[in-house]
């Protein structure tokens, strides 16, 4: 990286770091304003000496450097010196400083305001003097040198912290600020031996800590090659790291009093909900702006505005993910490396990278924070003795590969079944421009808990579906890995049930079990692979009910029948031949055309063969051949029909006529009886062309790629 023609001005460069700072950029072509008021590490005296050393220093290296005295107070006079030296002033790294360490009680008021005036009045008064300049010719890169004293606070340095701090924030504003003009200004907290250090630590550590070490990042974040911006980073001893705000997902606290028609909220509702307010565990978010709350601002406005739904009734969470994430729960549900498609859920860098479907089932244990209790269901609930019974998903929109899900979560009925109670509970997910994305329905089991006199049936439910009285139309089998629930309790759902033995027999299972969400995941997988060629956007509603559990290591079949754009499926454990999901149904915007019966309405023998190759059309296969084929299948020496063989437009198509779309890569003219030979391997493809059995049109070679639709053995 090198710096010609920018200049780079530095504060306090006439020892320590800011040293350092001046002698990498002039060594880079820089040319430098080496600044120093010269004074002694409490801000006492002046001399020119250090700043003149530097500048000597980078002129015996053949570098470009003035020398400025000034106090950065006087912010102006130093971006003058630049202008008038120079012409310009791009870089600012704005590191001098003084200590004036005492313990907060005997801190004057002289030693607070000199620490406010040279770092931060001082950084805020040479930026100020910087900025139309940079703004002028759209290109800027600013340093504020903040201090992990001021991050983290530091014992006698309160003075000093509290300055530091101030640094950061004048820099993340600044970042927004600059934005539009590309002016970049990070924020960076350096530890190095230098004289300051000499006050607060051992020689030995000093000695290690080089500010050669620290310079590297100051002149990367200053390089037009950075975009970096509002960053902060620390870096010591050859280490960089950066830093970020954590927020904890917190809870809404305030309650709606049905009696005074108020919300209310009292300093014991704050103590009672504190765990949560601090609890980072659960889905922490990392904000950089103000804007990044308003969504949840507003919906508890709105909330309040409401007035009438209190948390007991509803409640709402926001949840968000990230590629991880989708990938960790792809896992989860089994996709693996040897399967053919696996890139497009396992790897983000993955040109066609996407969410499965059934992702937003997680809001159920991760999303949402709707307790079953006497208050949002009415009924008294032993939470040892709730079962999952059924699971509806509708997904409005493909998903975002990261985001953010706000969800609205409440119980919508409460059915008595004698034996228990069954609750319904609907969770709608609103993605970050408030649409909706998801829809689920959890019906839970409460054993033990019916017998109160409420309603026998509800119309809320959705209900399972039987299906169609015949052979399956297809099955997919495939084996669980013994680590599955493993994998999958690491989305979210992290009941012990699924991983610890002991809690297993507690609940009356010889081993752990399987999640029942993620049986319903392979279940959706075998289903979107034969029926929507592994494309997402194709789902759109699933129903299950998990009848009985599935053991890690089992290997799961899904049944499959297909009617229209509906396919009823049911899930049984092959070793046991237990079945673990029953009635249940996916419902697809549209089944793939490869899997729908090919035109029947050919009079040829070769539609058979037509249909046979619909059948191959996968996303690979379109990816590797991308082109339409046009076959003129002749019968007595005219063309008796035309088929087309479309292996370029997602998810590929096979039909009767000329290409709907375009015109075709390469026309094939055959007989109906050559074809067959060919494509069974008894006709050469070769031979046939130059025989002229085979006549082809456009680009020839094209039909080289036919052979992934043949037959293995055929020649083409
Ligand atoms: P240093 O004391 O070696 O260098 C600071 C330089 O700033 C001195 O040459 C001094 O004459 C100059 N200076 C002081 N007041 C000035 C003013 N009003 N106008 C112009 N120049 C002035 O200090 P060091 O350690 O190199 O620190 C550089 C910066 O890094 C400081 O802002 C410091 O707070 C910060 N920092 C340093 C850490 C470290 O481990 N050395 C830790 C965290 C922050």
Known sequence: MDFKGRVALVTGAGNGLGRVYALQFAERGASVVVNDLGGDSKGGGVSSRPAD???????????????????????????DTAIKAFGRIDIVVNNAGILRDKSFARISDEDWDIIQKVHLKGAFKVTRAAWPYMKEQKYGRIIMVSSSSGIYGNF????????KLGLLGLSNTLAKEGVKYNIRCNAIAPTAGSRMLATVMPQEMIDALKPEFVAPLVLYLCHESSEETGGLFEAAAGW?????????????????????????????????????????????????????????????????????????????????????????????????????????????????????????????????????????????I???????????????????????????????????????????????????????????????????AGG??????????????????????????????????????????????????SFAAMGGFDKPILH?????????????????????????????RFAKPVVPGQTIRTNMWQD???????????????????????????????????????????????????????????????AVFQFNITQEGKVAETWTVDMKTPPGAVYVGEPKQGKPGVTLTISDDDLLAMASGKLDGQKAFSTGRLKLKGNIMLSMKLSTLFDANSKM
């Open 564 to 626: 229209d754009n509906r396919v009823f499926f049911e899930s049984l454990v092959v070793e046991n031949g237990n079945k673990v999901i029953t009635g249940g149904y996916v419902d697809l915007h549209s089944v793939s055309p490869q899997q729908a019966p090919a035109n029947t309405s050919s009079i040829l023998k070769s539609s058979s063969m037509f249909s046979e190759m619909s059948k191959r059309l996968t996303p690979a296969v379109i990816k590797k051949v991308g």
């Open 240 to 380: 960089i790291g950066k830093n970020r705000w954590q927020n904890a997902q917190g809870a809404f606290i305030a309650e709606h009093n049905k009696s005074s028609g108020k919300w209310e909220m009292t300093p014991e509702m704050v103590r009672d909900k504190w765990s949560a307010i601090t609890d980072f565990s659960t889905n922490p978010s990392y904000m950089t702006s103000q804007a990044d709350f308003q969504p949840k601002l507003m919906s508890y406005i709105e909330k309040m505005k409401g007035g009438s739904s209190s948390p007991q009734e509803g409640s709402e969470v926001s949840w968000s993910y990230n590629e991880r994430d989708v990938i960790l729960y792809a896992l989860g549900i089994g996709v693996s490396t040897t399967q053919e498609d696996h890139l497009k859920f396992l790897f983000e860098l993955s040109e066609d990278f996407c969410v499965l479907p059934t992702f937003p089932v997680l809001v159920a244990f991760t999303g949402s924070d709707l307790p079953l209790n006497k208050e949002t269901t009415g009924i008294d």
């Open 382 to 448: 032993d939470p040892t003795k709730i079962l999952h019974g059924e699971q509806y998903l509708e997904v409005y929109k493909p998903l975002a590969t990261a985001g953010s899900f706000t969800t609205k979560s409440e119980v919508v009925d409460v059915v008595d079944k004698g034996s228990g109670a069954l609750i319904l509970s609907h969770m709608t997910s609103y993605d970050e421009d408030g649409e909706k994305v998801a829809f689920n329905q959890l019906s839970t089991f409460v054993v033990g």
């Open 53 to 79: 050393m530097v500048v000597e220093e980078i002129r015996a290296m053949g570098g470009s450097a003035v020398a400025n005295y000034d106090s950065v107070e006087f912010g102006e006079k130093l971006v």
């Open 156 to 163: 006698g340095q309160a003075n000093y912290a509290a300055a």
């Open 452 to 501: 109160f006199g409420g309603k026998r049936s509800s119309d809320k439910a959705y209900p399972t579906q039987k299906a169609p009285n015949r052979e399956p139309d297809s099955s997919m089998e495939e084996k669980t890995s013994i680590d599955q629930a493993a994998l999958y309790r690491l989305s979210g759902d992290r009941n012990p049930l699924h991983l610890d033995p």
């Open 516 to 544: 029942g969400l993620c049986t319903m995941g392979y279940s959706s997988r075998h289903i979107l692979a034969k029926y929507a060629g592994n494309d997402v956007s194709k789902f759109k509603a699933m129903k299950v």
